[in-house]
């Protein structure tokens, strides 16, 4: 379907898919998958975040008694009595997000990760294939999670990414919106602009003051009205929520990146530069070993401390090429932590941001690069990848960061269970890639391994 810009109300599919798109969103993710390794969690109201004294992410339990996102945990526990809270086991979420991913290309090839619990599938021409609609396969998707897993999503079915987007949030928990292009007027009606992916709140103030209030309001305005308020993004946005497709589904997972962000909260907080600065080229480091696996270069580095009460300050910098060596950022990210550091300011968090990002084989070199030593350095970061993945991640690492490994006690260090459960063989940072389950049964508390294998459960 192509919209028809000299006639803006004119934006009804003439079929009901011409092209058909699924956002599949898991519901409390966090939360779920502790529920699904311990089954005793289920129906409690439940929060994750414990290490970072906020909420990470609240059960549906524990929201319907108020709590949110981002609240203090001692707020939490006022609003919600009875409240579980748990510290982040980001291993485990990373399993299961695997796992989900593995399920939805099952389905179909053209999967995209769009986040650790979010994904966009496209479905057109799979009907018959399955001699099932498309309603069908999105259920077959749901059951066929909600089985496996243990865990539930929400999916949105329309005719492209951002009006799949906008369905997925409609009926959460566990639901399906399907909304064929006949519909598209009928269910944009009534729908605020906030829940555009895109539109923020400047956005958003300024389209009120054109008279503009729901989503069918932006897409009834002809598309040059459009154009010379908003640009770009504001004219992608239109024609897709009218059903013309501008985002393609992209079947290459998470290997082109815009950026690779790593950001941890650390307790106690503090004001010692050599602990805040450990911290930062931990994620540093984390960071570039996501990089590296991907096979990609950053050229851009840009760092973040936030403060005690939440504010916090950043700076960022460039190299002269893109590189995919820890190394060749580490002096850089030193000096830029040296610039905005403040004595006697008390730290809680640090964060690292990788911007400018191409694949390793697009690198380019200078005339006067040294290549050999640039060489050197490549094959190094994977040498030093390839023995951590073999003994556990970071058992090689920046000596500077080694304060981070020998934190003093306090009460919200706590590790999350998987960490302490550990089987013979095991270590902190060298565990088998699958979740225990934990049951308790006759006061007797049993392990059971989550055998994933050949699609199911065993």
């Not at 439940?46 to 001692?74: D, F, H, N, W």
């Not at 906008?166 to 519909?183: F, H, Q």
């Not at 008390?346 to 050999?372: H, M, P, W």
Request: net charge positive; aromatic share 8%; glycine share 6%.
């Amino acid at each position: 379907m192509s919209a028809n810009t000299n006639n803006p109300d004119d934006f009804i599919a003439l079929s009901a898919y011409p092209q058909a798109i699924i956002h599949v969103d898991c519901d409390a993710f966090f939360t779920s998958c502790e529920a699904s390794r311990d089954p005793s969690l289920k129906g409690r109201p439940v929060v994750t975040g414990k290490e970072r004294g906020i909420v990470s992410c609240p059960s549906y339990e524990a929201k319907a008694q108020g709590v949110k996102r981002g609240m203090r945990l001692g707020e939490a526990k006022k609003l919600c009595a009875g409240l579980a809270i748990l510290s982040s086991d980001y291993e485990l979420y990373s399993i299961y997000s695997a796992r989900i991913f593995t399920i939805l290309r099952r389905f179909t090839p053209q999967v995209e990760e769009y986040s650790i619990d979010e994904a966009f599938c496209d479905l057109a021409g799979l009907r018959r294939f399955y001699r099932s609609s498309y309603s069908d396969i999105a259920l077959k998707i749901k059951e066929s999670v909600r089985k496996e897993l243990d865990i539930t999503v929400s999916i949105g079915l329309s005719l492209t990414k951002m009006l799949a987007k906008i369905c997925s949030k409609e009926n959460k928990p566990d639901g399906l919106t399907a909304v064929p292009g006949y519909r598209l007027r009928e269910f944009l009606k009534d729908k605020p602009l906030e829940r555009v992916c895109g539109f923020g709140p400047n956005t958003t103030a300024l389209l009120n003051k054109c008279g503009i209030r729901t989503i069918l309001d932006y897409v009834s305005k002809p598309l040059s009205f459009v154009d010379k308020l908003l640009g770009k993004i504001g004219r992608e946005l239109w024609h897709e929520l009218r059903g013309d497709s501008v985002y393609k589904v992209s079947g290459e997972g998470n290997s082109k990146q815009l950026s690779i962000s790593k950001t941890k909260t650390f307790v106690p907080v503090s004001e010692d530069p050599e602990v805040v600065k450990g911290e930062l080229l931990r994620n540093m480091e984390s960071a570039f070993i996501k990089l590296r696996r991907h096979r990609l270069s950053a050229r851009s580095l840009a760092i973040i401390l936030r403060r005690e009460d939440f504010n916090h300050t950043g700076l960022e910098a460039d190299l002269t090429r893109h590189s995919s060596s820890t190394l060749e950022f580490t002096g850089i990210c030193a000096e830029l932590f040296r610039r905005i550091f403040e004595k006697g300011t008390r730290y809680r968090a640090t964060g690292v941001i990788l911007s400018d990002i191409i694949y390793e084989k697009d690198e380019e070199r200078g005339l006067f690069d040294n290549r050999a030593e640039i060489e050197k350095t490549r094959v190094l970061g994977h040498l030093i990848d390839e023995i951590n993945a073999s003994y556990g991640k970071h058992t090689i690492h920046i000596a500077s960061t080694g304060r981070v490994l020998n934190k003093e006690e306090h009460p919200r260090n706590d590790l999350a269970w998987r960490k302490t459960a550990l089987l013979r063989g095991e270590t902190f940072r060298r565990r088998i890639g699958i979740p225990l389950l934990k049951l308790k049964y006759k006061k007797v508390r049993l392990l059971l391994l989550l055998m994933l294998i050949n699609g199911g459960i065993l």
